[in-house]
């Protein structure tokens, strides 16, 4: 393996290894994602040490009195209330679990070869073999004078990085953006939705393979109007089925530009995946005779099909795919930033690019990781920002007075629940802490989610939710890696308040989509929650005029953002926001349910004044909410 330039290593390690941020709290071990299916119910048998609940994983705990073996995530799911919260759990021996292990996974081999039907065969395996390996949020810290992800409990950010790459999107090419462009003016107007998400008689499919031959067409134009000669190549005397791989590559580029720009194709990226979920029925297929949908391209992928992924082992890649974050920073040091990473870029291009990986491919790959690093920035350390700004200004033992207390009351302001300041504050901390775990592993979920959405096996029913009509679908694998964030998030807190029910395939969040779009929100939620507090934070003599104004109207910016913080932590986690209290409460999606909730009522509230001063416009989740 080409090793660095000392001169190159020297210039880069004298910047790259200051200030990492060592407060990382310990990774703990993420369970591995496969997920028992309904099929899986014909095979009664357990694997000799497996988990006796979902089969496929193994055995790491005996209960004494259900006289069964379970593994970590199910015997604290099932072993987390009631009666069984008394049972005596032992820890099997590790050497035995091993070899119980391995006859385990020949055994489900064997028998998956027999079966042919398994939901994770049909999109590929993009599990990750070894569980003991995963870092959770709470392992990794970003560090914003460095630029650079540090990780904790032993892992090293080869490690890290290999195994999260298997998720993280390729950034699209120039080329591969025209044909988005060309995807999203064909999805904006056409009205699959409204022709076949109806209640009406009549033949379904006809009508589905009539809707994705028309938007084919029109899609077909367009590559034609914006090409001719290529769009000749394509389309000359040729049948939908001829370009199969065509249409194939271009709803590919659309689900993967979503993935990594949640923000964009909000109307159209719903509309796309219905259709390509029931272009997968094989009523559908047989009469379309070509399929719309392939495995979405990622940097794992990319680099292991071309046989270069150990470029991910060097140590230049951290350098490389840093962020360059200018706060705080000097000019100079900025400027000595881009240079160093723009060094190690070219320096990986050069040492890694062969006759089949060119290093074009290589400076994209290495892109597509630092624009995972601004996702999480971005999206994930908001909650890294009120976690801190709730330990930092409230005590969890008593309140600092009536009017900062975080106590509520069932029935006053709103409230679905009755907590006192103690266990509301434990509350807003694990709430936290899980909504951090969540957008952490989001590109794991998003892979998960389109797995469940796409699979032929996993049929939808078209019913009325109280919301209009949805399509209601199971989702096991997003059913099985939000429950293994869950558990994580449990065990890291210790002490958990309130309900832990994940609502997914019913009737409050009737599939992966709507389970996805929630999550994608937090950050919308709590950025300009943020932004506010920094607003406050940064008042100095230069702005006499608003610190006066704040002075005199809240006693100064420190109880302004006491006052702020306070009602944020009180009424958007108190479970309201629903006609009913199993719909909102304190389950995992309640939770979200009521901070959107406090979201629609903030123009209301003494200090709305302060969001406007701060630049506040509204909660969209886009860069116009912030004038």
Request: proline share 3%.
């Amino acid at each position: 393996m080409p090793v660095a330039p000392p001169s190159l290593v020297d210039i880069l390690r004298a910047d790259a290894t200051d200030d990492i941020l060592g407060d990382a709290f310990g990774g703990d071990q993420n369970p591995t994602d496969d997920e028992a299916t309904a099929a899986a119910a014909e095979d009664d048998v357990v694997p000799e040490g497996a988990c006796v609940e979902c089969k496929d994983q193994q055995a790491q705990l005996y209960c004494e009195q259900c006289q069964e073996d379970f593994c970590e995530v199910c015997a604290g799911m099932i072993h987390r209330t009631g009666g069984r919260k008394r049972h005596v759990l032992k820890p099997l021996c590790i050497g035995d679990c091993e070899q119980l292990q391995a006859q385990a996974q020949a055994e489900g081999e064997e028998k998956e070869e027999e079966k042919g039907d398994d939901i994770d065969e049909e999109m590929g395996d993009e599990t990750v073999g070894d569980a003991a390996g995963e870092v959770g949020a709470m392992g990794v810290s970003f560090s914003a004078q460095s630029g650079r992800v540090e990780t904790a409990g032993g892992t090293s950010f080869a490690e890290w990085i290999t195994k999260r790459a298997r998720y993280i999107p390729l950034r699209l090419t120039l080329r591969e953006r025209k044909f988005l462009r060309l995807l999203e003016a064909g999805l904006k107007v056409s009205e699959y939705t409204d022709k076949i998400d109806v209640l009406m008689y009549g033949n379904k499919t006809k009508r589905i393979v009539a809707q994705i031959k028309e938007l084919c067409a029109i899609l077909s134009g367009l590559v034609l109007a914006s090409d001719y000669k290529v769009g000749q190549t394509l389309f000359e005397d040729r049948q939908f089925e001829d370009n199969e791989e065509f249409y194939q590559r271009i709803f590919e580029i659309g689900r993967r530009h979503k993935i990594m720009n949640p923000e964009k194709m909000r109307n159209e990226y719903g509309k796309m995946m219905f259709l390509l979920q029931d272009s997968q029925s094989d009523d559908v297929k047989t009469m379309l005779n070509f399929s719309l949908v392939s495995p979405i391209k990622t940097v794992y992928s990319v680099l292991e099909s071309l046989g270069v992924l150990y470029i991910l082992d060097d140590e230049m890649v951290a350098v490389a795919t840093k962020e360059i974050v200018s706060q705080g920073k000097a000019r100079a040091q900025i400027q000595l930033e881009i240079k160093q990473k723009e060094r190690a870029i070219e320096y990986l291009c050069k040492a890694y690019a062969t006759n089949d990986c060119p290093a074009e491919v290589i400076r994209q790959c290495l892109y597509s990781i630092g624009d995972n690093h601004a996702y999480l920035r971005f999206n994930r350390d908001p909650c890294d920002r009120m976690l801190a700004y709730l330990t930092a200004n409230f005590a969890p033992q008593r309140a600092e007075s009536d009017q900062l207390s975080l106590a509520i009351l069932h029935g006053q302001n709103g409230a679905r629940l009755s907590h006192s300041h103690e266990s509301q504050f434990h509350y807003v901390l694990q709430t936290l802490t899980l909504w951090r775990e969540m957008l952490h592993e989001m590109f794991k979920l998003w892979h998960d989610a389109d797995s469940d959405l796409l699979s032929p096996k996993n049929m939808y029913r078209l019913k009325d939710t109280g919301q209009g009509l949805n399509r209601v679908q199971t989702c096991p694998r997003v059913s099985k890696s939000a429950h293994s964030i869950l558990h994580r998030t449990q065990k890291a807190v210790g002490r958990w308040v309130g309900s832990a029910m994940i609502h997914v395939g019913d009737r409050n969040v009737p599939n992966a989509l709507v389970f996805i779009d929630k999550y994608n929100q937090v950050a919308s939620i709590l950025n300009p929650v943020v932004r506010v507090l920094e607003f406050l934070d940064s008042l100095d003599k230069s702005s006499k005029g608003v610190a006066a104004f704040v002075e005199q109207t809240f006693g100064g910016a420190e109880q302004a953002r006491k006052l702020i913080l306070a009602d944020f932590f009180r009424s958007a986690f108190d479970g309201s926001g629903a006609d009913n209290f199993f719909d909102a409460g304190s389950c995992i999606d309640g939770r979200l349910t009521s901070a959107w909730n406090w979201c629609s009522t903030v123009e209301k509230k003494p200090f709305f004044s302060m969001f406007l001063l701060s630049g506040f416009v509204g909660f969209n989740g886009g860069p116009e909410g912030f004038n």
